[in-house]
């Protein structure tokens, strides 16, 4: 008797089973991040910025006044990105942020948003609020908050 293929081996194109249960659902997961992903870039993207650059929009809009060094903000990405200066440079480039040296600690950049910055942030606001209801529609409540439990429990896993 055949083992009917999972849905994820029919979306892959895929004959042959998985080799476990695990690698089967690191690929589901996988695979998943990525339709979510390119679904928030879709929405992003079409506004002049990467979803990376919106991250760190939103992360220097958290940091107020204040502004952050530049270490703080790779450590917040949800994406790590090796190339978090290159990132600061091209939003820089469209003055959406702004660096200056840290006057106690010459090693140290720091960064804010600025007001255009905050306009794209607030123009983004309800095309990405809509993009996380359509992303996530399949989902009741209940089942929401077992993916963010489970979720939270493999990321406890790997870091």
């Not at 440079?89 to 948003?113: F, G, H, N, S």
Request: aromatic share 2%.
């Amino acid at each position: 008797m055949t083992k009917t293929p999972s849905q994820l081996q029919r979306e892959l194109s895929q004959s042959r089973p998985f080799r476990s249960r695990q690698q089967e659902a690191g690929i589901a997961l996988v695979k998943t991040a990525d339709n979510v992903r390119r679904h928030f870039a879709s929405v992003i993207e079409p506004h002049g910025i990467t979803p990376q650059q919106f991250n760190v929009l939103r992360i220097l809009r958290g940091a107020g006044d204040e502004g952050m060094p530049t270490l703080e903000i790779a450590r917040r990405m949800i994406e790590r990105t090796p190339g978090i200066t290159r990132l600061l440079d091209r939003l820089e480039a469209k003055r959406l942020v702004r660096r200056q040296r840290c006057a106690t600690d010459r090693r140290q950049m720091l960064c804010w948003i600025d007001p255009p910055g905050l306009a794209l942030l607030d123009a983004l606001e309800e095309p990405v609020a809509r993009a996380e209801r359509t992303a996530l529609r399949g989902l009741p409540e209940r089942d929401l908050k077992q993916l963010i439990r489970l979720l939270d429990a493999l990321r406890r896993e790997v870091e």
